[in-house]
T-cell receptor, first 111, second 114 residues
């Protein structure tokens, strides 16, 4: 699975959009981009995933560049409860449901 | 609402003890996983199971074993606990679905071995 690079930490004001970047320059054509988050003292939580088209659900939007070498997770109106570590994961669909979590980005939403 | 539960949130055991960590999911998922999470090392896969009585080694299986006698339950066993097994242990489950590998995680068990 391709390696990802994320900034270690970011800050965002409550009510503003939080844009979390992820670089995955060695991604292959059959690898998906997944985003999870982990709120302190809880297990990770799935947010969204995509292959090459932009995706949106009730939690967030995922923007994948045309060359697929990077992506951005967007939380449109961040709240204090969005403070968490956000993980960007790239994986092949056939690798048996295994997820490899890196260090992620600690997002802190400030009042 | 989907749910993965783990038997304990906090556990303290002594070196050499046999430790059982239990995980139960109510979503009829085929796949179940055990991870450990340590600062600076992220989540690392210990074992996973894709069916009853089936198991596969993950990245760090040494010192651990697992048991899956029923579809909803996946147990992690530390045969003889050691201090380097002090960690946060996370269980997860997912459907066997080639298009979506969304994993649902439990709240975690923080194990301290003294």
């Amino acid at each position: 699975d391709a390696k990802t690079t994320q900034p270690p930490s970011m800050d965002c004001a409550e009510g503003r959009a939080a844009n979390l970047p992820c670089n995955h320059s060695t991604i292959s054509g059959n690898e998906y981009v997944y985003w999870y988050r982990q709120i302190h003292s809880q297990g990770p939580q799935y947010i969204i995933h995509g292959l090459k088209n932009n995706e949106t659900n009730e939690m967030a939007s995922l923007i994948i560049t045309e060359d697929r070498k990077s992506s951005t997770l967007i939380l449109p109106h961040a709240t204090l409860r969005d403070t968490a570590v956000y993980y960007c994961i790239v994986r092949v669909e056939t690798s048996g449901s295994r997820l490899t979590f890196g260090e992620g980005t600690q997002l802190t939403v400030n009042p | 609402d989907v749910k993965v539960t783990q038997s304990s949130r906090y556990l303290v055991k002594r070196t050499g003890e046999k430790v059982f960590l239990e995980c139960v999911q109510d979503m009829d998922h085929e796949n179940m996983f055990w991870y450990r999470q340590d600062p600076g090392l992220g989540l690392r896969l210990i074992y996973f199971s894709y069916d009853v009585k089936m198991k596969e080694k993950g990245d760090i299986p040494e010192g651990y074993s697992v048991s899956r006698e029923k579809k909803e339950r996946f147990s992690l066993i530390l045969e003889s606990a050691s201090t380097n097994q002090t960690s946060m242990y996370l269980c997860a489950s997912s459907l066997w679905d080639r298009t979506t590998y969304e994993q649902y995680f439990g709240p975690g068990t923080r194990l301290t071995v003294t």
